[in-house]
């Protein structure tokens, strides 16, 4: 796959809360690899410099062990255009020493055809559903995207449409999707892994097993260590609020049916917000006058863009060849999700 764009200056001042000029000076005296324009200014940072820079400057928290789920029930909510994203965004600033993975449980692999610029073949390709039913390993699912930069992807294609029928008993629910992520972290020894899952748009077993994972693991992991987030897109409709509402009541109701006492961070958030809308707002009130969902709302709003399915079809993603407007709207995200706190940075 085709690398996004590198880390700003810009980017890395916001992050550090500190001006650009301060920051491009600090470049300066660094031996770590820029990438330089003819006049020798900073155009970029690459991954490894970037990782390197944040974690120094107090923000290794952004490279734990993240678990991070777009969930929705209703069709056309940008599930697969936010775990996309978030992917990409995360690439361009995370160490490649720490495998990035995408899991693509939904039937419809809209995100492989981004991806990999195809949906496998069922005939070639095995997926959740032969790893869920024992007859697949996770070597058999697990392809790289791109061994260099180590990204992978567990794709998926028709057959998944078979999933909930291999989880059809609670023992299978509860503990199929954590067996899977377990075997990541055995695969991958001594990493922080972080996983990407883009789920059916549905009230699925699989979401459920993956959800429970994510609950189950935060005892096994400390705060410090692991940093599990559900995602619920929804757009500026009021089926979407609806959807919402009953995607959060399910999410909750899976946790509390087998008795998992610790529940995932949740961020709902508006996926395609137009100000010239006035249901964008509605919709927007609506969410903070919710007795439950107020309390959930991420602080950042995704804007609508052409740039999602143009980048989509052209197998590329909002931060790659140049950094739009909806690619800082979902870096923000990004950023909100890993737990960004401007107070981490040491001036």
């Known amino acids: 796959m085709?690398?996004?764009?590198?880390f700003k200056v810009k980017e890395l001042s916001q992050i550090l809360d500190v001006s650009t000029p301060a920051v491009s000076q600090r470049l300066?005296?660094?031996?770590?690899?820029?990438?330089?324009?003819?006049?020798?200014?900073?155009?970029?940072?690459?991954?490894?410099?970037?990782?390197?820079?944040l974690t120094e400057n107090g923000h290794k928290y952004f490279y734990r062990k993240n678990i991070i789920l777009a969930?929705?029930?209703?069709?056309?909510?940008?599930?697969?255009?936010?775990?996309?994203?978030?992917?990409?965004?995360?690439?361009?600033?995370?160490s490649k020493q720490n495998p990035l993975i995408i899991c693509s449980s939904d039937s419809q692999a809209s995100i492989d055809d981004i991806a990999l610029g195809k949906i496998?073949?069922?005939d070639q390709q095995r997926v959740l559903v032969d790893y869920f039913n024992e007859q697949a390993t996770l070597d058999d699912i697990l392809i790289p995207l791109d061994k260099t930069e180590n990204t992978w992807i567990i794709?998926?294609?028709?057959?998944?449409?078979?999933?909930?029928?291999?989880?059809?008993?609670?023992?299978?629910?509860?503990?199929?999707?954590?067996?899977?992520?377990?075997?990541?972290?055995?695969?991958?020894?001594?990493?922080?892994?972080?996983?990407?899952?883009?789920?059916?748009?549905?009230?699925?077993?699989?979401?459920?097993?993956?959800?429970?994972a994510m609950a189950q693991l935060m005892n096994e992991y400390s705060p410090e260590e692991y940093n599990p987030v559900v995602c619920i897109p929804l757009r500026s409709d009021?089926?979407?609020?609806?959807?919402?509402?009953?995607?959060?009541?399910?999410?909750n109701t899976i946790i509390e049916t087998f008795g998992v006492d610790k529940k995932p961070t949740v961020k709902v958030f508006l996926?395609?917000?137009?100000?010239?809308?006035?249901?964008?707002?509605?919709i927007l009130k609506s969410l903070f006058g919710d007795p439950v969902l107020k309390d959930y709302v991420a602080?950042?709003?995704?804007?609508?863009?052409?740039?999602i399915p143009k980048t989509s079809y052209a197998n590329k993603s909002v931060f790659h060849d140049k950094l739009t407007s909806v690619g800082s709207d979902y870096n923000d995200l990004l950023l909100e999700i890993l737990g960004y706190e401007k107070q981490g940075a040491n001036g």
Not at 28 to 48: A, C, M, Y
Not at 71 to 94: D, E, P, Q, Y
Not at 162 to 190: C, T, V
Not at 271 to 282: C, I, M, P, T, V
């Open 238 to 251: 009021s089926t979407s609020l609806k959807g919402c509402q009953i995607a959060f009541d399910e999410l």
């Open 120 to 122: 496998p073949s069922a």
């Open 271 to 282: 996926a395609n917000y137009d100000k010239r809308l006035s249901l964008s707002s509605e």
């Open 155 to 212: 794709p998926s294609h028709l057959n998944n449409v078979f999933l909930d029928k291999a989880l059809q008993s609670p023992k299978k629910i509860k503990g199929e999707a954590l067996r899977l992520i377990q075997d990541i972290y055995k695969k991958f020894p001594n990493t922080n892994p972080s996983i990407f899952i883009d789920t059916m748009p549905a009230l699925s077993a699989s979401t459920g097993s993956f959800i429970l």
């Open 71 to 94: 969930h929705t029930i209703v069709g056309g909510s940008a599930k697969t255009s936010a775990i996309w994203s978030l992917f990409n965004g995360f690439l361009r600033i995370s």
């Open 2 to 6: 085709e690398m996004p764009i590198a």
């Open 28 to 53: 300066k005296n660094t031996t770590d690899e820029l990438l330089k324009s003819d006049k020798n200014r900073t155009v970029g940072i690459p991954r490894e410099t970037i990782s390197k820079i």
């Open 299 to 307: 602080d950042t709003i995704i804007r609508t863009s052409a740039e």
